[in-house]
């Protein structure tokens, strides 16, 4: 059921283009102290699955996002779509 | 004979509606891959509500089931403790179980009134990539304060200089039990924000037998970007994969207990009267 309301946001925001943001908790985190390679965050019942931009515009260093899952803290994250994957731009506390 | 209908489908529909409980929470498991292996493990659980804000609550009672990663058979329950990781705000809950063999074993959860979540997977890992219970710590070099100013070998805006009088190196198997705190406290940037760094300084205010070091885990933290991060040597050679961590150590420098991400009180003060016994 997750998976098929990730896909439908996907197909949502990949058919009108353009940048978006979402603000939500981070729930996954793929990565090391020195290196992210993508990250999850739930928000209004739907996982996004984010990989993060190569010049990603971030509020922290971006490894600090696994400290996120911990303290629940929510984050706002502004991305684009590319093909199926979401591209984080930005980063911030929520 | 329409209004008939349209009486009846309301009162099932209401009918329907009165049974929907609420729906199970969503599980996250905050431990960092690598971290468990088979013995005592240390599990984070985080709870979120459908939408995706974080429940949970010392008034809400959590049981949790563990599946066997074979056989997927009910192995142990047990009650989950509550944490705050934003006091009073936000929090986790620490589910301590012992764990016979590597697998993705799984983990159910049931809290409060809400129907039980399925079990979802974690793995526990042959061999951790973090120096684990029994092992003896690394004898690091790590900087104090009589070499460097404060602010220097700190981001904790109010350093307390006990923690950075002694190297981990010179203080390890030193007969008395070490705290051993890897944390950056610059990167806590909310108000309620409650690190670990302040759980342990909490704990070193009523604790005058035990060493406590603190190791900030950059040296750099004013670097441009991630990409130019450099690591305190210290959390390379304990092979760290995320921070804050804590670890206990007894006289003899073995690793007696150890937190990642985040713990409480009664936990910490548990742990060093193991450390000193």
């Known amino acids: ?94 | 004979m329409k209004r008939s209908w349209f009486v009846l489908f309301m009162a099932v529909a209401g009918l329907a509606a009165c049974q929907t409980g609420p729906p199970p929470p969503v599980v996250v498991i905050a431990n960092s891959p690598g971290t468990l292996v088979p013995g005592d493990v240390r599990l984070l659980v985080g709870l979120l509500d459908a939408e995706g804000s974080p429940i949970g609550g010392e008034d809400l009672a959590a049981t949790v089931r563990i599946y066997d990663p074979e056989s997927n058979e009910l192995v142990t329950t047990t009650q989950a403790d509550f944490i705050w990781t934003v006091p009073n705000v936000r929090g986790l809950y620490v589910v301590r179980t012992s764990l016979d063999r590597p697998g993705i074993w799984g983990l159910a959860i049931e809290a409060g009134d809400m129907p039980a979540t399925e079990p979802v997977g974690f793995v526990v890992a042959d061999v951790a990539v973090v120096p684990v219970l029994g092992d003896v710590a690394p004898h690091s070099v790590t900087p104090t304060g009589s070499d460097f100013a404060l602010s220097d070998i700190s981001t904790d805006p109010e350093p307390l200089p006990r923690f950075y009088e002694r190297s981990l190196h010179e203080v390890l198997g030193g007969g008395t039990p070490v705290v051993a705190v890897f944390s950056t406290p610059a990167l806590c940037s909310t108000a309620t924000c409650g690190p670990a760094l302040d759980v342990v300084k909490d704990i070193a205010a009523t604790d005058s037998e035990s060493t406590f070091v603190h190791i900030e885990v950059y040296t750099n933290l004013d670097a441009q970007g991630a990409r130019e991060l450099e690591l305190a040597p210290s959390v390379v050679e304990w092979g760290l994969p995320s921070e804050p961590w804590v670890f206990v150590m007894d006289g003899d420098g073995v690793i007696v207990a150890s937190f990642e991400g985040a713990l409480g009180s009664q936990e910490l003060a548990e742990a060093l009267v193991v450390a000193g016994s």
Do not use: W
């Open chain 1, 1 to 94: 059921m997750i998976r098929g309301a990730v896909v439908a946001a996907l197909l949502l925001i990949a058919c009108s283009g353009g940048s978006y943001r979402v603000v939500g908790t981070v729930i996954d985190f793929d990565g090391n102290l020195l290196s992210v390679n993508s990250f999850t965050v739930r928000a209004d019942g739907n996982d996004y699955l984010f990989h993060p931009a190569a010049e990603i515009d971030s509020e922290f260093p971006l490894p600090h996002l696994r400290d996120h899952i911990t303290s629940g803290d929510p984050v706002v994250v502004a991305y684009v779509v590319e093909g199926d994957r979401l591209v984080a731009l930005s980063i911030g506390d929520g």
